[in-house]
């Protein structure tokens, strides 16, 4: 069965992004992932990994009171956020 957040009364960005109906019923329901579609997630992860082993500021959580988020990686010279899709 598929693990998701648990709702902690602040949006995620990635909630925010796939929509109310979608994420509520991801809170709410039980389901199942077949595995066949989770190649997109898979090389996200592997991305996500090759950044982590650059040396770069990645994968900092952050948080106001309004919604939190996890960066994928703040570029400190061009003063940018990045947060990697993979679809």
Known sequence: ???????????????????????LLKITTDYF?????????????KHHEDLEDADFLVEEK????????????WDDQEETLYDYKTS
């Open 62 to 73: 952050l948080e106001d009171k309004d919604m939190t988020g996890i960066m994928d990686f």
């Open 33 to 45: 992932i077949d595995p066949q579609k989770l190649a997109f997630a898979l090389l996200g992860t």
């Open 1 to 23: 069965m598929a693990r998701q957040r648990l709702w902690t009364g602040k949006p995620s960005t990635t909630q925010l992004i796939n929509g109310t109906r979608l994420e």
